[in-house]
């Protein structure tokens, strides 16, 4: 097993690591040199650093997720993703 996989089945069940996939993105030199520095930083690979922001991004499928699991309208949903957000990244600024 390469260390590449094996790096993402031991951060990931074994249905989600079986599940990811090699892709090839080109990105600015600038940002390229950001996610290194921030994978270097956080011990992490750089598709981690990719995969995390990328989620953290996507905040459809986290709104979805919220609606799903209660009775909140689109608007109180929103409020509570923001508010969610937001305490993440103060938890991840203060590591």
Request: hydrophobic share 45%; aromatic share 2%.
């Amino acid at each position: 097993m390469s260390r590449a996989n094996m790096t993402a089945a031991s951060r990931y069940p074994s249905s989600v690591a079986a599940s990811r996939q090699h892709i090839n993105v080109d990105l600015d030199a600038e940002v390229a040199s950001i996610l290194r520095s921030h994978a270097a930083e956080a011990h992490l690979s750089e598709g981690e650093i990719v995969d995390r922001a990328i989620r953290a991004y996507d905040l459809r499928s986290l709104v979805a997720r919220i609606r799903a699991r209660s009775d909140l309208d689109e608007d109180a949903a929103m409020a509570l993703v923001r508010e969610e957000l937001h305490a993440a990244r103060v938890e991840r600024d203060a590591a």
